[in-house]
């Protein structure tokens, strides 16, 4: 009896080692998948920053090169001040960009890290072969001035996007904002940007002897942020419209009738009465807005309603997954 118990126990043993080592390498196995699928993916990340950056940078070039450096206007920024000195002393402007970012990468390394700093670093080479080489071998536009500071804006903000999509930049400012923004984190953004782009632009007064540059830049810069906003934003913009009511579920059943849209009701209490009220939440696009708050005054004519502005909206009905 204790022979054949001695025996199971030593089957069982090695039955359990034979597991534990089937277990192991269904583990190792995993793990190599896992590493496999990881480099795949990092790879086609790899290419589709580098077709971004291509895209991106043909753009941003096209803007500055063929549209701006023509019209005698500065841009704002790194690529403005590369401009001024391109026109007073014809320089070259991709090579006089990289060359003014090296002091803002010492200052800015460390806040924007080496990941941003590679990727933007790859951004400004690509920009560069494209101002430098390309473009000087292609004819420039030499029409108006208003519709160069124009098309100007909207390739260079659209090269923008491109590179803001896939977490680069076109260097310059962006690193000294950055740091500015870590260490003084009550500075407004957008109102360093505006500051530093003014200044550079309005150096294009004395630098073209002209005060139209001025204009010309202003309307570069406006035309560029308004566009990289759209395409960074705009797509997936929309309206998010919050009515406080006590008639939640008549409005919302109101307002799926009316714009076929679903609603989110959250309770709410009052801190003045400390009485308890319903919200609905309703994310919609622009032109749906009107009509839902339609709905509400509707259903209950003392309703509250508020209409806000969202950057983007994801999920069913608006932009699916990301």
């Known amino acids: 009896m204790e022979k054949a118990a001695r025996k199971e126990a030593a089957a069982a043993k090695k039955q359990a080692r034979q597991a534990a080592k089937e277990a192991k390498k269904a583990l190792r196995s995993e793990k190599r998948k896992q590493r496999e699928l990881t480099k795949k993916h990092d790879w086609k990340r790899f290419w589709i920053d580098l077709l971004c950056d291509i895209i991106g940078g043909f753009l941003y070039a096209m803007g500055i090169y063929t549209f701006a450096k023509m019209a005698n206007f500065s841009t704002g920024g790194i690529s403005g001040l590369a401009l001024i000195i391109n026109h007073l002393w014809n320089l070259p402007i991709g090579t006089m960009t990289l060359v003014m970012n090296i002091p803002l990468v010492l200052i800015s390394w460390k806040v924007v890290g080496w990941k941003f700093l590679a990727k933007t670093a790859r951004s400004m080479v690509i920009c560069t072969v494209f101002l430098d080489i390309l473009f000087p071998m292609t004819p420039a536009y030499t029409g108006s001035p208003m519709m160069a500071a124009l098309y100007s804006g909207l390739l260079m903000g659209a090269g923008m996007a491109f590179f803001y999509m896939r977490g680069s930049s076109s260097g310059g400012m962006d690193f000294l904002i950055m740091t500015i923004k870590v260490r003084h984190p009550h500075f407004s953004f957008g109102i360093v940007t505006m ?13 073209f002897g002209d005060a139209d540059a001025v204009l010309y830049g ?45 609603s989110t009701v959250i309770r709410a209490i009052g ?14 696009s622009k032109s749906q807005a009107y009509s839902i708050t ?23 009905g608006f932009i699916e997954g990301k």
């Open 218 to 262: 202003l309307i570069c810069s406006f035309s560029a942020s308004l566009v990289l906003d759209k395409i960074l934003y705009g797509v997936g913009a929309g309206k998010l419209v919050i009515i406080i009511t006590n008639k939640c579920q008549e409005v919302a059943k109101r307002i799926s009738e009316m714009t076929d849209r679903g």
């Open 195 to 207: 500051i530093s782009d003014f200044l550079v632009i309005l150096l294009g007064w004395p630098a």
């Open 271 to 284: 801190s003045y009465t400390g009485e308890e009220r319903q919200v609905i939440l309703c994310a919609c």
């Open 294 to 316: 339609e709905a509400a005054h509707e259903v209950d004519e003392g309703s509250f309603v508020m209409v806000t502005e969202t950057s983007e909206v994801f999920g069913e």
